[in-house]
């Protein structure tokens, strides 16, 4: 028996013992493409020698020092080669062991930065329903996740939430994608209107949704008509990129795509690919302006923010994106990715909709393409196809409770951004070949 409390008490796993590019290994030497890097995360893949080294060169000279004793050279470089490359006006950087933690500090952040400016009527989060901000109870509250948050709502803050912009499902007959994003432009509105515009502190967002709807992205002009409203009430917009940032939709940051700028945005997965665990919290000047003239004190902190293992070796990853100039290579295979999934599964009769930017892709699983009817949730399809797709050397990412939390299936697809044409192949037909065997037995 294992003593390891592992996620799922009830599944075997395999032990990946090694990783080759896009692969992983396991201990009976299987291999499984990772078309979803773990979790978008593994976009350099699993064997960078470059990265690989940045972190036992790193480890040899200096594996930690406390960050209220020290800053250090890793940290300091990885922040100015965000900063000169974030989206206007995000001046610093606090950094942080990953997602969840980068999102609790962004809302402490919002918090504190109304209390230094002697507003501390500002309490109320809005966010969005079928979201996902991370598992730790700020996060968790701040999402839209039913599933995830149901046992523990006894435990969560209150969070407003209004509709996601998720033009499959929502956008009505007949209406213009830009008719949709400003009917939910004036939803947004109007949750102000109703808490109290002087009350609200931050509107929270993923510029694409990832895990729980499955790569979402929004409609033209959506984002513009957010950020307007939120400055008009002097309210912060807290993007979070935790999932779809650092080149996973092929800008570096996905809010470059929106045209907006946000007040603090979240990043972690891609930024350090899996070699270290790194999250980072980007912050506007005017908070950290707010804060150095007031109490001159973030009132957060965990042990390992600043790591300095953590940030070389997320320095070496950005580095080599960079260098290699592989978010050019992001749009091309996500384009070519996408293209593919349209002629394999466009006319399927399971597949509802194929959507996503970069590489960051989704499908949609309907019983029926008409009425885009979901399968019953007591089948757990998302369960059978990941179950299919790793007996069959595929690692992808579907989830259930699409719509609600409970009712709807899709297949999230983010792989490492170093595939050649062929792993573009070999992903489609795998995932074919997992549909087919799942539907057969279905």
């Not at 960050?67 to 206007?88: C, H, I, Y």
């Not at 009527?121 to 969005?128: D, H, V």
């Not at 573009?424 to 279905?442: G, R």
């Amino acid at each position: 028996m294992s003593h390891v409390f592992h996620r799922h008490l009830h599944q075997h796993y395999p032990t990946a013992v090694s990783g080759e590019g896009p692969y992983l290994i396991d201990a009976e030497g299987r291999r499984y493409l990772d078309a979803c890097g773990g979790a978008a995360v593994s976009c350099l893949g699993h064997s960078d020698a470059g990265v690989i080294e940045a972190v036992r060169e790193q480890v040899g000279r200096l594996a930690y020092a406390h960050t209220s004793f020290f800053t250090n050279e890793p940290m300091e470089s990885l922040a100015d080669f965000l900063v000169a490359r974030a989206p206007e006006g995000l001046s610093s950087v606090y950094f942080v062991s990953g997602g969840s933690e980068a999102v609790e500090a962004a809302l402490k952040l919002a918090r504190q930065y109304f209390i230094e400016r002697d507003e501390p009527q500002r309490q109320y989060l809005i966010a969005r329903r079928q979201s996902y901000h991370g598992n730790t109870l700020g996060a968790l509250a701040t999402g839209g996740n039913a599933w995830r948050r149901q046992q523990f709502e006894p435990l969560l803050v209150q969070v407003s939430h209004v509709s996601p912009c998720y033009a499959y499902r929502d956008q009505a007959p007949g209406e213009t994608p830009e008719a949709y994003g400003e009917r939910l432009a004036e939803e947004l509105e109007a949750e102000i209107q109703r808490l109290g515009p002087q009350s609200v502190m931050a509107f929270v967002a993923e510029p694409v949704v990832g895990a729980t709807l499955g790569a979402v992205p929004s409609v033209p002009g959506y984002f513009r008509r957010v950020r307007e409203i939120c400055d008009r009430h002097g309210i912060l917009l807290i993007l979070d990129e935790v999932m779809c940032g650092m080149g996973r939709t092929g800008s570096l940051f996905a809010a470059e795509q929106e045209g907006v700028a946000p007040d603090l945005a979240t990043i972690a997965k891609g930024l350090g690919a899996g070699y270290q665990p790194i999250g980072a919290t980007l912050v506007s000047e005017p908070i950290r302006r707010a804060i150095a003239e007031g109490s001159g004190f973030f009132q957060h902190g965990h042990t390992y923010i600043g790591h300095a293992t953590a940030c070389a070796a997320a320095l070496a990853v950005q580095r080599a994106i960079e260098e290699r100039d592989l978010l050019s290579c992001v749009a091309s295979l996500g384009e070519g990715l996408q293209q593919r999934l349209e002629a394999r599964f466009g006319e399927h009769p399971y597949v509802g909709d194929i959507r996503g930017r970069g590489l960051f892709r989704g499908l949609e699983l309907v019983a029926d393409r008409g009425d885009k009817t979901p399968f019953d949730p007591s089948r757990k399809l998302h369960a059978a196809v990941k179950r299919t797709a790793m007996d069959k050397g595929l690692m992808c990412y579907p989830m259930g409770g699409t719509l609600d939390g409970r009712r709807g299936d899709h297949i999230l697809l983010a792989p490492p951004f170093i595939l050649e044409e062929s792993h573009l192949d070999e992903i489609v037909d795998k995932l074919d070949a997992t549909l087919n065997t799942v539907f057969h037995h279905a």
